[in-house]
């Protein structure tokens, strides 16, 4: 909405300032809303929000999850079933005067009295989501998208199974999803860890929850997938009769995430220069600039261009505002458009397309008849390939392995994460904890194990934890 | 998401029964959750509504109207810098304790003091829109949909133009827009009425809302477009400086509606098997059931069937559940599916595939090869214009125009709409008001005149007004 003036963004190394100037720079989100914790979304980050969306919708509706929608306003009388739940989230909740309800914080407590009513129908499974804003009266300091009051785009998605087992095969296939999502289409390796037990809801089974690093060195949560077991199955009274005839409490899988997704995009792949957005959630992919010279500024070759692009279904757009060249490149930078393709006098004169990459900055000259192809190849291929790969090399000089508990400390406190063996055992989970302020283990590191002594009691283990600052 | 059983419905005859057990049996609507004025979308609603907004997402955007989202929380000061506005919410406001917020009734205090940081960074026009629930503490009776107290998929376009002539045109486009979606998208043709200028927002230039009459003959407002005029603009100061150095306020324009266009689908197309869904909003455009005989099920015909219909670009789906044919034509009657291809012994010898509408509840014979043209032209032509006219029928019945106050009243009183003169002077507006409970003049009739002397006071006139009871 707001004009750009091609400013300067703040250094990158002052992580939270350069993060709040893109989001307004870029035309993310207007912080200037004045309730604490919330914000406006601007047309071009609701563009790119839209997209996510649109997507997890598809992976959702092809893996048979339906979408549906449950009132904002979650009755007291459901908040208090869960009394484990309700504790911790009523200091946290809005309550609304008059009216016995809260916003709802999370959506177990408004859905599962109304699975009751679907199970006794003969519905099981259940495989529900939906998209919405969550709410929560957070004392702690709040930051844009990665702490909010209100949370926008949250998706929650809420099952029922008959057995443990369909449950367990419930909780993979979500892990999956979320590695899916991860990979190919924010280009970020995922980080996956598996909470200790001591650490999930009280009688759930057990959470998966994945992590990225923000270039603060901080942990950031983003995504859980919870197997509930028949925690809150037993609370809700959610059961159904077997062929014994015997009362059989459901199993209950959730996850959830929302606009940290694309907190993790704007910090890992966002540089010095502004955004750069992965190609499948960029609303537009190549942006079409000419440079103009004796009154000649080249708008029909550009028009040309857009066409063949759009008849090879690839989002282009055509920059034809008065502003200068040096003005647009700085506009689309900052809007992390992926690809940027100039025609000038040289362009036409000889027949070639000038195209730049937003990831590596790189421009290179490609051929008028090869352009559609080699756009769609940096968009399918190399430009995710490029992002996915530079986050990877980050990881590995962000993420140390430590023996030693100091060396480990001195790590985390400089910005970084420190990677260890550890028991699983509370104790040494609290000794973590107990190293600074914000500092925690997150959890068993999926798919990675090492044979090695517990940082902390030395017990010989493989598993590994990383653990750094949180938000 | 609940088991459909081949129920009844309760008679059209007795509306809101009928309208009820519909939103239910259809899986539009779970009106079991416990809060006063709110429900559960199910699945299959849900889907209708996304169709529907996905529509109105692509028309506001070729319209270049940006998609944008203001939080939920209105802070106390914004909602009180137009008190005219604020007298007429604060009763019906959701006020959050311990904050000083309350929950958005309508966008305007939310969206207009951004408007203002806007405006003086050099934007304008601004053309936004968003779509979210909106929320109302209705003391008076809630109906799904029609009356709630969370408004879901409201969608609010809200405009600032530098002139009042820009702010007219707009006005204009948005009327057009409406008209387009009930007449094109939702095959139901518009009555549209411009509000006498006692009806509308203190200092607001004028005002189009559009209406559509229930079976029991009740007027439900059914979408407004308002011209602001500079009302809201002195309010909350939007004003730019114009070439001459001078303080201009801004003109503003701004529509809404939501999931009221469902209910009008519902109300006017349904009949007493179910819903009627219009092509366009509907989810399953067609379904293929198979009628089997001697172990032969001739799902291989359906699957090889509805794969043309995938490659034709016509969404489809096969119900291979194992409920009887019978049981299964009931079900897709219901939910309203536009077409049935059914599939048994004699098609198959034969080689014909038995068509039936949804609409006129005719079955026809179609050759195997014309099947792709035959369903492409009646969900594109046939049924639309059925269902158009259909309403028009149902709408010349329901509206008589009546220049004896006491037959106006006696139609009205029966359940139907009367169509009168009217002079448009509150005098004669409120006298039709007293004619009983629930009464109202609606407005002057666009596009529709007539000479006659207005019902109340005898004036010459040739505007005219129709009245009935509203919801």
Redesign the interface.
Known sequence: ???IKPERLPSKENFIEWYNSLLQLAEIA?R????KG??????YG??IM?KLVEIWDEIFEKNGI????????V?M??AKMNEEWFEGFKTDA??????N?I?RPTGEP?MY??FK??IM???LP?R?YQTV?SFRNEGKTTHTMIRD??I?FWHEIHTAHKTREEAKEEMEKHRKIYEYIWKEILNIPPICVEKPNYEIFPGADSAYEFYTILPNGRLLENGSVNNLGQAYAKKFDLFYIDENGKKEYVWQVCTGNGARFLVAVIALHGDERGLVLPPRIAPIKVVIVTIPKDNKNYLEEAEELKEKFENAGIDSFVDKSDKTPGEKFNIWDIKGVPIRVEIGEREVKEGFYTVYRRDTKERIRVQKDKIEEVIRSLLENDIPKFLYEKIMILYQQKIKFFDDIEDAKKWVEEGNVAKVNWCGKKECFESIKELGPSIEAIGFIVDEKKEGKCLICKEQTDKLTIFGKTY
Chains 1, 2 share one sequence.
């Open positions: 909405m707001t004009e207007d200037r809303y004045p309730v919330t914000f406006v979304w601007l047309p609701f563009k839209k339906e979408q549906i929608y449950f009132p904002l306003f009755p009388e459901f809005f309550y609304v005067e008059g009216e309800v916003l408004a009295p109304i009513y679907w129908e003969g519905k259940i529900i804003s009051r209100e926008t």
